[in-house]
């Protein structure tokens, strides 16, 4: 089992304790502050870079991020779009980020496959008693990763909020749904949903349609659709696709296939979820017939100059 580094809490005063009160304002930086202040022209330019400095991103091996996604993947409870590429080997770079001498949560930056060339920072998490200091702690993640974009989900708010800030032309390449109402359609046609088979792999060719999928619906001794379900992000969730066959949209056979496929998900002890591209209004329509409803977005952007 990992175990999680104690983030030591501020200081507290007891009830008759007379607190200090300094000769002049605390800095901005100072942990124990919490009174309102003015940013003092006192500090020599030396002092002030020794409070920037605290803050720091170290890249580290992925055994010690762990815990910390643990903790990121509880909160977020809810599919991680981008939860396996931590285990593809060359894919990512982690980092644990430090404030003083006390580690405070992790970043993770992708560096492989869509993102070669591009290095893309993907998860961020701050422990809570630290997310006072998440700009600071973000901009060292910036500075020792070297990224160049942010892609975030955005039902995932402190990288959200680190995207509008830091990328602010930030653009959505998904819609991401979950599932909250149960459709019950009848089956149009008298379509049959049933596992594809190697047998099915040619007819399946000739509708154009997809040769990897699982499941299928046959209808008048004809593939019209097929579908499936991928497990490769965190479990429970599995992400539904499904496709049908040009000449026979438009009939309702979508929304039937995505709902078949996401009882069989429960029925394997999974929650399904779905994505699509924001300007297919078909692919839409037929997740929001079988019951998924919008729950985010995944978005892209470049940082801007600093």
């Not at 762990?66 to 409870?77: A, G, K, V, Y």
């Not at 060292?140 to 995207?163: F, H, K, R, Y």
Request: proline share 11%; net charge neutral; aromatic share 8%.
């Amino acid at each position: 089992m990992h175990t999680l580094p104690k983030v030591s809490p501020p200081p507290t005063l007891s009830k008759s304790a007379t607190p200090h009160i300094p000769k002049h304002p605390a800095p901005r930086n100072d942990p124990n502050t919490t009174a309102s202040f003015i940013w003092p022209p006192l500090l020599s330019r030396t002092t002030i870079t020794a409070i920037v400095t605290t803050f720091r991103a170290t890249e580290s091996p992925l055994p010690s991020i762990l815990p910390w996604r643990d903790l990121h993947r509880q909160e977020m409870n809810c599919q991680i779009t981008k939860d396996s590429i931590h285990f593809r080997d060359g894919w990512t770079r982690e980092f644990l980020l430090f404030d003083g001498p006390t580690t405070v949560g992790y970043g993770s930056l992708a560096v492989a496959g869509p993102w070669k060339d591009k290095p893309t920072i993907y998860e961020f998490h701050v422990a809570p008693p630290a997310r006072n200091r998440v700009f600071d702690l973000f901009e060292a993640l910036l500075a020792a990763t070297g990224a160049v974009a942010i892609e975030i989900q955005s039902n995932d708010p402190l990288l959200s909020t680190m995207l509008h800030t830091y990328a602010p032309g930030a653009i959505s390449e998904s819609i991401l749904f979950h599932d909250r109402i149960t459709s019950h359609h009848p089956a149009p046609q008298g379509a049959t949903f049933r596992p594809a088979t190697p047998e099915d792999v040619a007819p399946i060719a000739e509708q154009k349609l997809d040769s990897g999928a699982t499941w299928l619906l046959e209808s008048d001794h004809q593939i019209v659709a097929t579908g499936g379900i991928l497990f490769h992000y965190n479990r429970p969730y599995g992400d539904i696709y499904m496709s049908v066959a040009e000449p026979f949209r438009r009939r309702g056979l979508g929304s039937f296939l995505v709902q078949e496929l996401k009882r069989t998900c429960y029925e394997n002890g999974h929650v399904p979820a779905a994505r699509c591209n924001p300007t297919n209004l078909p692919s839409r329509n037929t997740l929001q017939a079988a019951g998924f409803v919008p729950c985010g977005h995944i978005l892209v952007g470049r940082i801007a100059p600093r």
